[in-house]
């Protein structure tokens, strides 16, 4: 699949059409913390002696889900209320992503232990590639 980047200049800077390479969606960024890691170590040695973090595990790599816009929604109670319910979600995922079980983990799935796992970073808007095009 090839997309069509126009070639602009830097006079038309001024009327790119931001609002149109903005998406109608917003990102969560997710870090793991130590306890993560530990715990992935843990269910890795019981798997075979020679994985290790190193191997599987690369810090730049961390994961990123787009999710509906949200105005504002950083202090708003419906946008903790939909990420609380999103983050058992997401813990489940990162564990199948890893070849990791329910059964790896040290206490049974939910908000709290994503908590004590994970960061959550979010952004508010998200762009299309395209309004990169005059910087090229």
């Given amino acids: 699949m090839s997309y069509y980047i126009p070639k ?8 790119l059409p931001l609002e149109k390479l903005r998406l109608s969606a917003s990102a969560l960024v997710v870090r793991s ?3 993560f890691l530990r715990c992935l170590e843990g269910a890795l040695k019981k798997k075979d002696e ?7 595990y690369f810090r730049d790599q961390d994961e990123v889900f787009i999710i509906p816009r949200m105005d504002s929604y950083h202090s708003t109670p419906e946008y903790r209320e939909f990420v609380d319910d999103l983050k058992p979600k997401i813990l489940r995922f990162m564990l199948q992503s890893y070849g990791m079980s329910e059964e790896d983990l040290p206490r049974e799935v939910c908000v709290d232990l994503f908590d004590e796992f994970f960061e959550l970073e979010s952004r508010e808007y998200v762009y299309r590639y395209e309004v990169l095009a005059p910087f090229t």
């Fill in 50 to 56: 020679r994985l290790t973090i190193d191997r599987i």
């Fill in 8 to 15: 602009l200049g830097p006079e038309d800077l001024s009327s």
């Fill in 33 to 35: 913390k130590e306890p």
